[in-house]
């Protein structure tokens, strides 16, 4: 995962309420790449502020059940709002969240295609 939705997981887990803008991101971000909305709603269970008619509601809404599917805000829109955190050496050639998790996991898929070749 980018390093901010790495930060975002971490607080959560950590019982950290997130800014609006930052529990958009992670949502939009963990759905994008196919997770369920009761996955995404079971990791906002340790907030403090949890309620999961709320949350669950929100989390249906950001994956589609209003017509429109929500994809998360650019690097440049997650530094603006101050949600860029430890920008690692690909977050310098990425523009959004979604192609840096394309390019991670490319670079995953070659490198395991190079050990096997190897083994």
């Not at 930060?7 to 369920?36: E, K, P, Y």
């Not at 440049?76 to 523009?95: H, L, Q």
Request: aromatic fraction near 10%.
């Amino acid at each position: 995962f980018p390093p901010c939705i790495v930060q975002a997981i971490a607080n959560v887990r950590a019982g950290v309420n997130l800014a609006h803008s930052m529990r958009f991101a992670m949502t939009s971000f963990l759905l994008n790449i196919g997770m369920t909305v009761d996955e995404v709603v079971a990791m906002f269970n340790v907030s403090p502020d949890f309620d999961e008619e709320k949350t669950r509601y929100q989390i249906q809404h950001i994956a589609g059940s209003s017509g429109t599917n929500y994809k998360p805000p650019s690097c440049n829109t997650m530094r603006t709002y101050g949600n860029c955190y430890n920008p690692d050496e690909i977050c310098k050639n990425t523009k959004h969240p979604l192609s840096y998790y394309s390019r991670r996991m490319w670079l995953k898929n070659k490198m395991e295609k190079e050990r096997e070749k190897k083994a």
